[in-house]
């Protein structure tokens, strides 16, 4: 399997759940709303094993907060917490933005896809909760992203 199909699979499954999705960065990113307007990004790349192998990898970015400024004492003891209290998924902070993010290697299947997505929503306000040093913006909205 390519990495490129598994956003072809990934497609098939969104459009079976009736989700709104939008198509990014030359087809190789999908754009999905949330339940609350935020997008959640889609992506593949792909990894290779100790024998050379490449396998594609599924990877699912559900930002939390834009733009963040630290205005306490947010460490990466905060973050390893942070991670801790997660069922699924990690906290990822990179430039200015704190997301939700979690891979698959290869196809998931479309109930285990679906319940970690709906897990890192869900999660969004609780890490907004462990993490209370931090104050941004909210993330982009889907509208923002997909025309």
């Avoid at 902070?93 to 290869?106: A, K, N, P, R, T």
């Amino acid at each position: 399997m390519e990495a490129v199909d598994l956003l072809t699979l990934t497609r098939r499954m969104l459009d079976r759940l009736e989700l709104t999705y939008g198509v990014v960065d030359e087809g190789y990113q999908l754009v999905v709303e949330a339940e609350d307007g935020v997008a959640i990004v889609i992506g593949v790349t792909t990894i290779e094993d100790s024998g050379d192998r490449e396998w594609p990898v599924l990877w699912v970015d559900l930002p939390v907060l834009m733009d963040v400024e630290e205005s306490g004492s947010v460490d990466a003891l905060d973050v390893a917490a942070a991670n801790h209290a997660l069922i699924i998924g990690k906290v990822a902070m990179e430039d200015g933005q704190i997301s939700l993010q979690h891979e698959f290697v290869g196809w998931p299947g479309a109930a285990e896809y679906t319940v970690a997505i709906e897990a890192l929503v869900r999660q969004r306000a609780m890490v907004r909760a462990l993490l209370p040093g931090l104050t941004g913006n909210r993330p982009a909205a889907y509208s923002e992203l997909v025309d």
